[in-house]
C-alpha cells in the first residue's frame, strides 16, 4: 500500500506540473463587440519553443501573438514566465469554446493548455421611451404636410460626441449619444452601438434618459442624453464608434380636421472614426498596461509577527487612468517567503473621467525562520498620455521581523509547529504517547470501520474547513477555497478522477481571483462540487 500510494503521489506531482506549463486566462464574462485579451502563461520560458494558434470560432482577432516576460508566485517563489496574448472580439452572445492550444519545448515536448468555455453577454439595450415636446406650434400642426420629411430631418436628429478624435492605446475617450428634438415624439433605443476594440465603461444609468434643453443654430432643442461610456481602446489604429439606432413616432395634427397623424421614422447616428496611437516600444521592465496617472504606496499593517503566523503586505495603485487594463506590479518576495495570490479591492468613481480611484492588492504569507528580512521597493510602470512618456514608480523597501514561534503554535496554512520549553524528556513521552494513540486507533479502526467512517462521512475534517469559509464574502471565498484545494491534494492519497476534479476547481477558482466575475449560483456550484470530492475521499 505503501509502494502504491507513492507511486499516486509521484505521479499527480507530475500531472501537476505537466498542467501548470500551459496556462490559459481569460474573464469570466465578456460583452459582445468589447474587446478582451486571451492570456497564455508558459511557466518554462527557457525551453520554450512555439506554440499553435488558437481556433476562435465567433471571435474576431484583433491582434496577436503578443510576446512579453514576465514573473509570477509559483509554489511562493518567484519565478521566470512567459506571456502570450491574443486581443479578440466576441460576435454573438452566448457560450463559446476556445479549444486547447500546443505549446511547443525543446526536445520535442509538447503540452496543450485547457479548452475555455466563455460566456458572452448581450449588450446592454436600453428600454426606455425619450418624450420630446414641441416648441414651436406650427411644428406640432403644420399647414401643408407635402415637406413633413424635411420637417422631420431639420428637427429631429441623433449625434454621438466625442471628447477626442485622437488619442493614445488605453487613454479614456467620452462618448455621448444625443438625441435632439423640437417634435412631439416618442423614441426607443433599438440597437445598442458596437464598440469593437474598446474596454468599456457606463457613466450614466444606461435605463433613464437625461433630458436637457440645448440651442442650436438658434432655435430650442430637447435634447435627451441616451448613453455616456467611457472608451479604452485596446488596440492602435483607426477604430470607429458605431451607430445607435432609435425607432421614432412623431406624431402631428391636421390643422384642418384636427385629427392626429402619426409617422414612424427610423433614427441612426453617424459613426464616428477614433485614430488609436500605439505606445512607444520602448516598454519599462515588468509593464503591465497603466495609462494615466498613478501613485504607488506599499504597508505591512505588523512589521514584527511570529514565525508561521500570517503576515500581509498591502499594495495600493492610486489615481486617474485605465484601471480596466492593466496588471498587478512585481514583487521581488525574499525566497523564504510562502506568498499566497493577492485579493483585490476597487473603489473607483465611475462618473470621473479617466476613471479615478484607487485599487489595493492584499498579499498574505507565512515565513518559518525568525529573523529580520527585507522587501525590495516595488516598481510600478505606466504611460503618461499628457507628456507621452513612460514613468517608473517605486515604494520604499519593506522591513519585517520575525521572532521564534509561540509554544505550541500552529502555522496559518496548517503547518504545525511544535515547540517544548521543559526537555527532550517531555518530547520523548510525547512521542510515546503519539504510538500508543496510533496503535490504538489503528485497533479499534480494524473492529469497528464502519461506524469510524460513517463518523468521518457525518463530520469529515476537509468539510469542517469548507464550512468554515462560507460566511466569507465571494472575492475571499475563491482565494481560500483554492488554498484549501491545493492542501488537500497534497495530503491525500486521490484517485485519477478525484485529483482531475479538485483541479478543475482550483482553476475556476483561480478565474474568478483574477475576472471578479462569475454567473449566479458560480460560488453555490463550486461548493457543491467540492464537497462531492470531500465525502469520496473519506468514504
Sequence with gaps: MKTRALVLLLLFSFLWGQSQKVQAIVPGQVVVGNAFQLQYIINDPAAFVSITSPQLENLQLVSGPNYYKGTSLVNGKQEEIENITFTVVPLKPGKIRINAITARFKNNEERKSDDIILIVQAQPKASFNTTSTYTDINLYAPSTKTDLDKLIDANLFIRTEVDKHVCFLGEAITATFKLYSRLQSTSEVINAPSLYGFSVMDILNIN?????????????????????????PAQSGKLSVDPMQLQNTIEFSDSLTNKKLKVQRLLSSPPVEILVKPLPSKEPVNYTGAVGRFAISADIPRSTIAANSQAKVIVTIAGTGNFLQFGPPVISWPKEFEVFDPVVSDEI?????????????????????????????????????????????????????????????????????????????????????????????????????????????????????????????????????????ISVSKENNLTTEQYQELLSIQKECQLLIYSQTGEKGTRHQLQKRTEDVFRQIVS
Design 208 to 232: 433613464e434618459a437625461h433630458q436637457a434643453v440645448e440651442t442650436i443654430g438658434g432655435k430650442i432643442f430637447n435634447a435627451s442624453i441616451l448613453r455616456r461610456l467611457q472608451l479604452y
Design 349 to 485: 468613481n465611475k462618473e470621473a473621467v479617466p476613471t479615478q480611484g484607487k485599487r489595493a492588492y492584499l498579499y498574505s504569507f507565512t515565513v518559518d525562520r525568525p529573523g529580520s528580512y527585507t522587501i525590495a521597493p516595488i516598481s510600478f510602470s505606466l504611460f503618461d498620455p499628457h507628456t507621452a512618456r513612460y514613468r517608473q514608480l517605486t515604494t520604499d523597501s519593506l522591513t519585517l521581523t520575525i521572532t521564534p514561534a509561540k509554544t505550541g503554535t500552529f502555522a496559518t496554512y496548517g503547518r504545525q509547529v511544535f515547540k517544548n520549553s521543559k526537555g527532550w524528556w517531555m518530547f520523548f513521552l510525547v512521542t510515546v504517547f503519539l504510538l500508543i494513540a496510533v496503535s490504538l486507533v489503528f485497533w479499534r479502526r480494524s473492529k469497528t470501520k464502519q461506524r469510524d467512517v460513517g463518523a468521518l462521512k457525518e463530520k469529515p475534517h476537509h468539510l469542517g474547513k469548507l464550512h468554515a469559509l462560507v460566511p466569507l464574502p465571494d472575492q475571499e471565498f475563491f482565494v481560500q477555497l483554492h488554498r484549501l484545494l
